[in-house]
């Protein structure tokens, strides 16, 4: 008897918790964004007895791929690159989102708004560089390559992607038409071109955490980098600048693995982070703009100047092509391996 | 076993034959039992693996799925200006009897790998598709064209055609250079698609400079750890062995904080006055050759020191007592019967480093990077599985060769001391 109120009693205490408290996993990219969603999503939304489990991850769809074809699906909601939401919604990837559960879609950015995935804020690729070591501000893309003006090296992201745009850019091409020409056999011809002219100046970054490292330690004069990073960087003391010419913006975006045993428990937390409240505490924490068009009503002027989508910031940035990289994605990377080997 | 001596208090030897057999049997069939979980593990995690590594390479069943009557109507196709309006109209019966919009996904993958730009292109058809009429296929052609003027193009009908059979050679052939022309014909890749070859060369290169550093410091160090007396060469055998415990990320890290330019070997060496600019060390060619010297020294110096400790010192000395000069007793006597050693440890530093990823990756620039980092590429960031386990099936391909190029060379079995 005595043993059986003891079975009793253990099953109880592993059984309650469950009930009381449903468990998500949410997938994010880390770093200082993954702290900034800690903050604003996570935290708030386990005081409403949703509780998350944080994992990070690189972007890998393979492991998304691999759940999903194989049934076992583990990650309830994770954070995905355009080019990845508009693939892997059209290869079932990803669960078709029910806006009625989450917010009007009239709320949001028409970018924001996809079959499979809601956008969870609004980032940018610059130029960054070190206040305190460069004196003459760099404006311009055209600046970038002037090795003559601004001596010492320069870091690119690992790839193809962005570095083909901004270097067309840096030929002279507007950004409005920098897709245009990137899709002709030339346009293509000449951003490489182009790239191999600063070939010899470039250190090739990996992380997102590495650009503010190279500037803050003088390997590198100026370097492409993700804005949230910069802003991480400058509120531990730095003194980094982005000039916000021809940045490239995209949206990340909340996507539901298809098959996922919580889907319900996953819209929740999705339409959380979609509330202006939410978006705008963590516009707050790190400099990415809310998706939620109500949320900047809420944030002062400061803030708002740092964001992405501030007017003055987005007047001569170019929106990220998702269709055009789903489409030569492959390979223009494959020709970017072949032009680094040259 | 003679079965002529009678040996004496057993009446049969040949009883005595049998049980003996017998027994043997049991013997051998007890140690195979014991095995068995070894087998058994090892044909699931090892060779089941890689057989379907393998089949996934040469896998090509999306648009045989898919598109079953387009490739009929696409048979007789002459594959130069544009597809019999028959093609259009069965494409489009195709796509409209797909069960899941999944299965368009795939298709416009398989397809965009081989013609950029296809994803969109069947994407939208599939999206836009008219509403089932026994319309003629001239219209359905006309419709067509008139949502995507590319449709008109010869290069995603060729794609088409070329990928009916279930079955491909294409990612084999393009982990080499190579691609099937429009009529199934061999040529090499466009210039600026040429890569692969490249980057195995790059690979070989790489994996026989790290295995050359490896044998030049680690040599001398297990020629003296031999010679000490045990207890200090069990010391400084801790030494060897605490940085092979450690995480290879926290040695590229460490990696990182002492090459980078206000580094401390730059700093040093400045302070020195050997520079005036800081070197370039990290993200190039040198930062990943001296990193992955590091991380793969001790795969050199164990089998090394293991074979060296078996070398009786006797035979040095005879040489020198006979009159040969200490260097030259060096080289011709004692280097040879350490051969075994460096065989093994060449080999296997060689090969582990011929599968790095890691290390290219965070201390290496865009040409630094060896094949395994394209097939994590292929796999994770283009969700080309094909193309991916092509370029593992050529990296086995590679492997396997060296062994036997090794096992000719070497007329032995690998031996780790």
């Known amino acids: 008897m005595k043993h059986r109120s003891w079975a009793l009693a253990l099953a109880a205490g592993l059984a309650l918790p469950a009930v009381a408290q449903q468990q998500i996993t949410v997938v994010n990219f880390g770093g200082a964004n993954g702290n900034a969603q800690k903050k604003a999503f996570y935290e708030p939304i386990e005081k409403s007895g949703l509780k998350v489990v944080p994992v990070e991850y690189n972007g890998e769809q393979a492991k998304i791929k691999a759940m999903v074809e194989t049934r076992k699906v583990t990650w309830d909601v994770v954070e995905v690159e355009s080019p990845d939401v508009a693939r892997g919604c059209d290869e079932g990837l990803f669960e078709k989102l029910d806006y009625s559960k989450i917010a009007p879609k009239a709320d949001f950015l028409p970018a924001a708004v996809t079959e499979c995935g809601i956008g969870i804020f609004v980032w940018s690729t610059v130029m960054a560089y070190d206040a305190d070591k460069l004196k003459t501000p760099p404006v311009t893309w055209a600046d970038f390559w002037d090795v003559k003006k601004f001596p010492g090296k320069r870091a690119l992201r690992k790839g193809a992607r962005y570095n083909v745009e901004f270097a067309l850019m840096a030929d002279g091409v507007a950004p409005a038409d920098v897709y245009r020409t990137l899709a002709t056999k030339d346009g293509a011809d000449r951003a490489f071109r182009k790239l191999t002219e600063l070939k010899p100046h470039i250190q090739w970054w990996e992380a997102g955490a590495q650009p503010p490292q190279f500037l803050v330690a003088g390997d590198v004069v100026m370097s492409t980098a993700f804005n949230g990073r910069i802003d991480a960087a400058n509120r531990e003391g730095r003194n980094l600048r982005i000039a916000w010419t021809g940045g490239i913006y995209d949206l990340d975006y909340w996507t539901i693995p298809k098959g996922t045993p919580n889907k319900e428990a996953a819209l929740k937390f999705i339409a959380f982070a979609s509330t202006p409240e939410a978006q705008a505490a963590y516009a707050r924490q790190i400099a990415y703009g809310p998706t939620n068009t109500k949320a900047l009503s809420k944030l002062d002027a400061k803030t708002l100047a740092n964001l992405p989508t501030a007017p003055e910031n987005a007047k001569t940035a170019l929106q990220f092509d998702l269709k055009f990289w789903a489409d030569q994605g492959e390979a223009l990377e494959k020709r970017f391996a072949s032009w680094a080997a040259q | ?417």
């Open chain 2, 1 to 417: 076993m003679t079965a002529s001596i009678a040996l004496p208090g057993i009446p049969d030897p040949r009883a005595l034959r049998r049980s003996l057999a017998r027994a043997e049997r049991r013997r051998k069939l007890r140690a195979f039992a014991l095995t068995l979980p070894l087998l058994a593990f090892l044909l699931l995690t090892f060779l089941v693996p890689i057989a379907a590594l393998l089949k996934r390479a040469v896998e090509n069943p999306e648009v045989a799925d898919a598109l079953p009557r387009t490739v009929v109507a696409l048979a007789d196709w002459n594959r130069q200006g544009t597809p019999p309006a028959a093609a259009y109209a069965a494409l489009v019966a195709d796509l409209r009897a797909l069960p899941d919009s999944a299965d368009a996904g795939a298709l416009a993958r398989r397809l965009n790998s081989e013609a950029p730009g296809a994803r969109s292109l069947v994407m939208n058809a599939y999206k836009a598709l008219p509403p089932d009429g026994a319309a003629a296929p001239s219209d359905v052609k006309a419709r067509l064209v008139a949502l995507d003027a590319r449709w008109d193009e010869a290069t995603y009908w060729q794609a088409i055609a070329k990928n009916g059979a279930r079955w491909t050679p294409d990612y084999l052939l393009a982990s080499v250079d190579l691609r099937r022309g429009a009529h199934g014909d061999l040529e090499r890749m466009p210039a600026d698609q040429r890569v692969f070859g490249r980057i195995l060369l790059r690979t070989f290169e790489i994996s026989a400079v790290v295995t050359l550093w490896c044998l030049l410091l680690g040599y001398p160090l297990a020629y003296w750890l031999s010679t000490l007396p045990p207890r200090k060469a069990n010391v400084l055998m801790i030494l060897v062995l605490v940085p092979f415990w450690t995480s290879i990320l926290v040695r590229v890290a460490a990696w990182i904080v002492l090459l980078q330019s206000a580094g401390l070997v730059n700093r040093g060496l400045q302070a020195v006055g050997v520079i005036d600019q800081p070197l370039a060390l990290l993200f190039n060619r040198t930062g990943v050759i001296v990193a992955m010297v590091h991380i793969l020294l001790p795969f050199m110096i164990l089998p090394l020191y293991s074979v060296m400790k078996s070398v009786p010192s006797t035979y040095l000395r005879a040489a020198v007592s006979l009159g040969s000069a200490p260097l030259a007793a060096f080289f011709r006597v004692y280097v040879p019967q350490t051969y075994p050693g460096i065989g093994a440890g060449a080999l296997l530093v060689f090969i582990l480093s011929i599968g790095y990823y890691v290390t290219p990756a965070l201390l290496g620039g865009p040409d630094d990077q060896m094949l395994s980092y394209y097939v994590a590429q292929y796999a994770n960031v283009d969700v080309n599985w094909g193309m991916a386990a092509a370029l593992g099936a050529l990296l086995l391909a590679a492997t396997l060769l060296l062994y036997g190029v090794y096992r000719r060379v070497v007329k032995s079995e690998l031996s780790l001391g």
